[in-house]
């Protein structure tokens, strides 16, 4: 089976830059996306096709691909960022999706 | 607007029957591949299946945990998507989300709220 790994936590200060990296072997040909979850509420994309913003996420989220892992950065992190963040991509087949084991993302 | 509202959860008992509604609305329904996605509670995001457009075959592909077991289908006609859930067991407890797939397959955006459906034993 196909998975994702996503480190559990990330904690940075108010202003600092937090980067969550998410790891498999399929990302060298799949893209990735990212997804913002606060509770209580519905999943939010903040990244697609591994560096791509969609319109109403700020600036400060941006994202890169460096073969078999992704990174999502967000500079100038905020107290509103807090929150956990899924990366999603699919097998090499593109049948199947599957999810990274989130991280949860702490401003300090 | 384009949005997506899930309807149809509940409490049921394992082995019972259940059958999760998703309406749709502000886009145009038929040329959606559509998606069910669950999270199990303090847990993370597990993709359950999805449905691809007619022309695109309208066919369904599952996540192995619930293949054989729930069947997910669309009514064009009612711009509405449908996860039907049999043989329900207790670790199907979750939050269940649609989701229309980007551009066909690929992310997943917008999210419906979320329907809870628990199992018990």
């Known amino acids: 089976s196909y998975e994702l790994t996503q480190p559990p936590s990330v904690s940075v200060s108010p202003g600092q830059t937090a980067r969550i990296t998410c790891s498999g072997d399929a990302l060298a040909k799949q893209y990735a996306y990212w997804y913002q979850q606060k509770p209580g509420q519905a999943p939010v994309l903040v990244m697609y096709k591994d560096s791509e913003r969609p319109s109403g996420i700020p600036a400060r989220f941006s994202g890169s691909n460096s073969g078999t892992t992704v990174t999502l950065t967000i500079s100038g992190v905020q107290a509103d960022d807090e929150a956990d963040y899924y990366c999603q991509s699919a097998d090499s087949s593109d049948t199947y999706v599957v999810f990274g084991g989130g991280t949860k993302l702490t401003v300090l | 607007e384009v949005q997506v509202v899930e309807s149809g959860g509940g409490l049921v008992k394992t082995g019972e029957s259940l059958r999760l509604s998703c309406a749709a609305s502000?886009?145009?329904?038929?040329?959606?591949?559509m998606t069910w996605v669950r999270q199990a509670p303090g847990k993370g995001l597990e993709w359950v299946g999805r449905v691809k457009r007619k022309t695109d075959g309208g066919t369904t592909d599952y996540a192995a945990p619930v293949k054989g077991r729930f069947t997910i289908s669309r009514d064009d006609s009612k711009n509405t998507l449908y996860l039907q859930m049999n043989g329900l067991k207790t670790e199907d407890t979750a939050v269940y989300y649609c989701?229309?797939?980007?551009?066909?397959?690929?992310?997943?955006?917008?999210w419906g709220q979320g329907t809870l459906v628990t199992v018990s034993s």
């Open positions: 502000g886009f145009t329904f038929r040329d959606a591949w």
């Open positions: 989701a229309i797939c980007r551009p066909t397959g690929g992310w997943f955006d917008p």
